[in-house]
């Protein structure tokens, strides 16, 4: 649908607000008595979920997967998207069920993967100690920033990454 | 203060994470919303969507095996498309600038880091009411004018400001400052194990 369009030549469209129509002409901006409910339920959403029984099988699998890297070298670069896929969506889950530093942790992960197609034994060391971290924070369900145990645990795996 | 009437709203929650669509879900319920349907990815939201009118769309980006992006490109440039205008709000652990212009040049309406707050999605569901943006076709683009900002990513560009990972010393072994803080991590979490 785009690519029939002379190079340089821009058209603008402006289709209908179907969901302005939808919703009324009454509101403006958000309300904040619908905010406050929306904080609320959802503040009671997230305690019900049990984070570590869903993040520990993942953490095996990814742990699994570091070690592919050496024992199945001639496929690291599937092995290192499976990885990052786990840790992805892990860093992403753990801020929303109390256990920000797993978001942290899969942060440092996901960017220290950035880029690298292959690794070597030095690299995965530096992945599994991030993996092992991780498992080791859901298996002591270390909610919140940690504690001393957690800070520590993340400044040192900081200076690991670079 | 009167709202908008979000329950005459169909949304459709697309993620591979069931906890993350219950959560998304609850957010959207407490807004008022009363249409909403879950697809686990690009491709089920696509089956939904054939039999179903939707107004706007939640989606993540990771999810096998069609994940957020193609399903967006799949809604702004396929002749298959059931509506290519409809607007798409993109949930994703990613926060890194690049990212967030690829997920834009996608044809994503809004960008939405997680953590999900229900703050956020508020937000960007009351800009796409209040502010549409065009839509510009080009040669290579079709896709909600990029010329406007998205809102803005939640967090530090962490990449940036780390400079990344150093692709120079790939395969190499450790410094001895890497090699003294992987025994002191190791030791935690053998710790940790041990508690």
Known sequence: MSGDKPKGAVEVIHPPNKIKARVGPAGKGMDPNLLARAEAAMAKAQEQVDFPAQALPELNRAAEAVSLLLSDRENQTKHLNTLFNIVHDLRGGGGNFGYPLITRIGSMLCRYLEGRTTVGMAEVEVLRSLVDAMRAIVTNKLKGDGGTVGQELCAGLERLVG | ?195
Do not use: C
Request: charged letters at 25%; glycine letters at 6%.
């Open chain 2, 1 to 195: 203060m009167m709202g908008y009437r979000l329950d005459r709203l169909a949304v459709l929650i697309v993620d591979d994470n069931q906890h993350m669509r219950s959560l998304v879900r609850t957010i959207l319920e407490s807004l008022g919303v009363t249409q909403i349907m879950e697809a686990r990815d690009g491709a089920h939201a696509l089956e939904k969507m054939s039999q179903t009118q939707i107004d706007l769309l939640v989606a993540d980006w990771n999810m096998e095996p069609m994940d957020g992006l193609d399903l967006t490109r799949h809604l702004r440039t396929s002749p298959e498309s059931p509506d290519q205008f409809v607007p798409v709000i993109m949930l994703s652990g990613h926060t890194e600038r690049a990212r967030v212009m690829q997920a834009r040049d996608a044809g994503v309406t809004e960008f939405m880091a997680k953590p999900v707050s229900a703050r956020s999605l508020y937000a960007r569901i009351v800009s796409i009411i209040e502010n549409p943006r065009p839509f510009v076709r080009t040669s290579d683009y079709f896709g909600p004018d990029r010329r406007r900002q998205m809102l803005p990513f939640e967090g530090p560009d962490r990449r940036k400001a780390s400079g990344g990972a150093d692709l120079t010393k790939a395969g190499q072994p450790l410094t001895g400052e890497q090699q003294a803080a992987l025994k002191r991590t190791k030791d935690a979490i053998r710790s940790m194990q041990k508690s």
